[in-house]
């Protein structure tokens, strides 16, 4: 198995670029999520899903968009990519909520100028 | 609201024990622990839910106290392994989401 693997490792965009990152997972989980990492301020949660053709907001939603077509595959899009975007992204995934254990993808380094 | 880590970073020699603690100003469902290391993904060490109980395994424990809204992790007899930054992260209300920490850091010397 290869748990969580994220697309692309490392990105870097102009400003007003848009891009899409890929989140797969082969552990047949319901839960799909994305944070994004910045120095000195631990995981935020960005968006996740419940399950397959579903999303909800989490805390730092703007300027992000997500889609769950498949139930193995959650992609976050920004599209008018902002120096703010500047971060490291994870995305993360669990059976069946917060009473399961999160596994995390490798991450994707996305700078933008 | 992001769960209160405290303290935000230790220096321990190796063999030293070190409690890291998180706190919540809402009720707790569930409590996790991940640490990671520079350059990497989080890993997960343990999950702690609602009711009080204690859990371990190897040299590194924790507690999730559901009055005081907070839970401890216990690191005894450190090794130059232990060395990372942990986060706790708390389930609240719906379930269906961790709210992270701001993350301590700990580094375990010779």
């Known amino acids: 198995n290869a748990g969580v693997t994220q697309t692309p490792k490392f990105r870097v965009l102009k400003t007003g670029q848009s891009m899409t990152l890929l989140c797969a997972q082969d552990?047949?989980?319901?839960?799909m999520y994305w944070y994004r990492q910045d120095p000195g301020m631990g995981l935020r949660l960005i968006h996740y899903?419940?399950?397959?053709?579903?999303?909800a907001k989490g805390e730092v939603p703007d300027g992000y968009n997500v889609s769950r077509l498949k139930k193995q595959n959650f992609l976050l899009g920004l599209e008018s990519a902002a120096p703010s975007q500047t971060s490291v992204y994870f995305c993360?995934?669990?059976?069946?909520?917060?009473?399961?254990?999160?596994?995390f993808g490798p991450g994707t380094r996305l700078t933008v100028t | 609201q992001q769960p209160v880590q405290s303290p935000q970073a230790v220096i321990l020699r190796e063999g030293e024990d070190a409690v890291i603690n998180c706190s919540s100003s809402?009720?707790?469902?569930?409590v996790h622990w991940y640490r990671q290391k520079h350059g990497e993904a989080p890993v997960f060490l343990m999950i702690?839910?609602?009711?009080?109980e204690q859990k371990g395994h190897d040299k590194i424990s924790a507690s999730f106290n559901e009055k005081k809204q907070q839970s401890s992790l216990y690191l005894t007899a450190s090794q130059l392994s232990y060395s990372g930054t942990y986060f706790c992260?708390?389930?609240?209300?719906?379930?269906?989401?961790?709210?992270f920490g701001t993350g301590t850091r700990l580094q375990v010397t010779l």
């Open positions: 993360a995934s669990s059976y069946l909520g917060a009473s399961y254990e999160q596994y």
């Open positions: 809402k009720a707790l469902y569930s």
């Open positions: 552990m047949n989980h319901e839960y």
């Open positions: 702690l839910l609602k009711g009080g």
């Open positions: 899903s419940v399950g397959e053709g579903t999303t």
């Open positions: 992260g708390i389930g609240t209300g719906t379930a269906s989401k961790l709210t």
